[in-house]
């Protein structure tokens, strides 16, 4: 299906050949088994139930069809809207949306079909429309994709190099998207990318030179006294957040020092507290191969008071590549709801100052294997919802959670 697996070889990276249907077989053998064909409404799918074992109660569960790395985001009257995409040379990237009292998603649309890779993201503006960024592999840029009715117009962030990798945005309140992605060490390596969109044109910057793997994840926010976007630097080995003061005027911060962990910082997820200017900050801590913990952060730039969130085992880093193990989003009154995910269980926590309250704990049932990406979302009326992905890269199953007034 066109589909590659990454090897990392002295920090770049490339494509083995894949020694013909055996060793394809095997692949999709330990993604979970094989898919049957898609026909591009998501329904011939072969994967089980997206329901998982563990806490259930309050919690209602389906399934937006087949696909991977998905991202969503809640309009204010509770309609979910998400994408996911299908990675590979024949990929697609697709959207679809779920009303608050439906059991099952509308209709599929494709937004492009080409060669892409993710995460990628999604926003919702004024205009109640998704706004969805993606990597472009061909074009090796990224994309904004914008809905109006009932299709989406492309615009590229025509840059030099090839960046565009792990997409991030944030809408400020002027109508300006904001974005952060990677151009990586594996390609030109110019390093993290800022680019602003005023409704007309692309406005591009770099935010933090240097050598950085695209696996790293990102994340950027808005706050009165500037952008703020949280990277990982491989190199170091921590994560590390961006501060645009002024135009082409950059600060770097280390988020929390290596101190005695492999490395720490990895897949950042942040928020801006209802204060307007406090961050909020998950990322995984790393203290051997497939043990770590996730951690927390609250405060600014070189201020931050550091808290564990939950230790976690079954998950690796260097074969998935990029991916979202821990995401985070605040309550109203701006408490952090948690999803994190392994290969074999997915947690959401809600973070106190007291304490910390499990508000499901799941177990990836027979023949599934979640693939360490999730997604969290709390709406205006305090319901949480989680997306995720599970089983096979051909292209996998995008399932979805709610616990109304979580």
Same mark, same amino acid.
């Given at each position: 299906?066109?589909?590659?697996?990454?090897?990392?070889?002295?920090?770049? $990276?490339?494509?083995?050949?894949?020694?013909?249907?055996?060793?394809?077989?095997?692949?999709?053998?330990?993604?979970?088994?094989?898919? +049957?064909?898609?026909?591009?409404?998501?329904?011939?799918?072969?994967? &089980? +139930?997206? /329901?998982?074992?563990?806490?259930?109660?309050?919690?209602?569960?389906?399934?937006?069809?087949? @696909?991977?790395?998905?991202?969503?985001?809640?309009?204010?009257?509770?309609?979910?809207?998400?994408?996911?995409?299908?990675?590979?040379?024949?990929?697609?990237?697709?959207?679809? +949306?779920? +009303?608050?009292?439906?059991?099952?998603?509308?209709?599929?649309?494709?937004?492009?079909?080409?060669?892409?890779?993710? %995460?990628?993201?999604?926003?919702?503006?004024?205009?109640?429309?998704?706004?969805?960024?993606?990597?472009?592999?061909?074009?090796?840029?990224?994309?904004?994709?914008?809905?109006?009715?009932?299709?989406?117009?492309?615009?590229?962030? /025509?840059?030099?190099?090839?960046?565009?990798?792990?997409?991030?945005?944030?809408?400020?309140?002027?109508?300006?998207?904001?974005?952060?992605?990677?151009? %990586?060490?594996?390609?030109?390596?110019?390093?993290?990318?800022?680019?602003?969109?005023?409704?007309?044109? $692309?406005?591009?910057?770099?935010?933090?030179?240097?050598?950085?793997?695209?696996?790293?994840?990102?994340?950027?926010?808005?706050?009165?006294?500037?952008?703020?976007?949280?990277?990982?630097?491989? *190199?170091?080995?921590?994560?590390?957040?961006?501060?645009?003061?002024? %135009?082409?005027?950059?600060?770097?911060?280390?988020?929390?020092?290596?101190?005695?962990? &492999?490395?720490?910082?990895?897949?950042?997820?942040?928020?801006?507290?209802?204060?307007?200017?406090?961050?909020?900050?998950?990322?995984?801590?790393?203290?051997?191969?497939?043990?770590?913990?996730?951690?927390?952060?609250?405060?600014?730039?070189?201020?931050?008071?550091?808290?564990?969130?939950?230790?976690?085992?079954?998950?690796?880093?260097?074969?998935?590549?990029?991916?979202?193990?821990?995401?985070?989003?605040?309550?109203?009154? @701006?408490?952090?709801?948690?999803?994190?995910?392994?290969?074999? *269980?997915?947690?959401?926590?809600?973070? @106190?100052?007291?304490?910390?309250?499990?508000?499901?704990?799941?177990?990836?049932?027979?023949?599934?294997?979640?693939?360490?990406?999730?997604?969290?979302?709390?709406?205006?009326?305090?319901?949480?919802?989680?997306? $995720?992905?599970?089983?096979?890269?051909?292209?996998?199953?995008?399932?979805?959670?709610?616990?109304?007034?979580?």
């Amino acid at each position: 299906m066109g589909e590659f697996l990454f090897v990392r070889v002295r920090a770049r $990276w490339q494509k083995p050949r894949l020694a013909g249907i055996a060793a394809l077989t095997t692949i999709l053998a330990a993604c979970g088994g094989p898919a +049957s064909p898609d026909d591009g409404d998501g329904n011939d799918q072969a994967a &089980v +139930s997206c /329901v998982p074992s563990g806490s259930l109660a309050g919690w209602r569960f389906t399934r937006f069809g087949a @696909g991977t790395k998905p991202a969503i985001t809640v309009g204010p009257d509770g309609t979910v809207h998400a994408t996911f995409i299908m990675e590979s040379l024949e990929g697609w990237v697709r959207y679809a +949306s779920l +009303s608050t009292d439906a059991s099952s998603p509308g209709q599929i649309e494709t937004i492009a079909n080409g060669n892409f890779y993710g %995460p990628i993201d999604i926003l919702l503006a004024d205009d109640g429309e998704p706004r969805i960024l993606y990597h472009d592999h061909g074009l090796e840029d990224q994309v904004l994709a914008i809905r109006s009715g009932s299709s989406f117009s492309l615009w590229p962030m /025509v840059n030099v190099g090839h960046d565009g990798w792990y997409n991030t945005g944030v809408i400020g309140p002027d109508g300006t998207l904001h974005t952060a992605t990677y151009d %990586p060490s594996g390609y030109s390596g110019l390093g993290l990318i800022y680019g602003a969109w005023d409704g007309s044109a $692309w406005y591009i910057e770099l935010a933090a030179p240097g050598s950085f793997d695209y696996a790293g994840g990102t994340a950027i926010v808005y706050t009165p006294d500037g952008i703020h976007a949280a990277f990982f630097d491989d *190199e170091a080995g921590v994560g590390k957040i961006a501060t645009r003061v002024l %135009p082409n005027d950059w600060t770097v911060a280390t988020i929390e020092p290596l101190g005695g962990r &492999v490395e720490i910082g990895r897949f950042p997820d942040m928020e801006v507290d209802p204060d307007g200017s406090t961050l909020h900050l998950v990322y995984l801590a790393v203290d051997a191969m497939g043990v770590g913990v996730i951690r927390y952060a609250k405060g600014t730039p070189g201020a931050f008071q550091f808290q564990d969130v939950l230790s976690v085992t079954d998950f690796t880093i260097d074969f998935v590549g990029a991916r979202d193990i821990a995401t985070l989003d605040l309550t109203a009154n @701006g408490e952090p709801i948690v999803a994190i995910q392994t290969r074999s *269980e997915m947690t959401v926590l809600r973070v @106190g100052t007291q304490e910390i309250e499990t508000l499901g704990q799941f177990q990836a049932g027979s023949n599934i294997q979640f693939r360490q990406q999730t997604e969290v979302v709390v709406d205006a009326a305090g319901r949480v919802h989680v997306a $995720w992905w599970q089983n096979g890269e051909f292209p996998g199953t995008v399932c979805y959670g709610q616990l109304d007034g979580g």
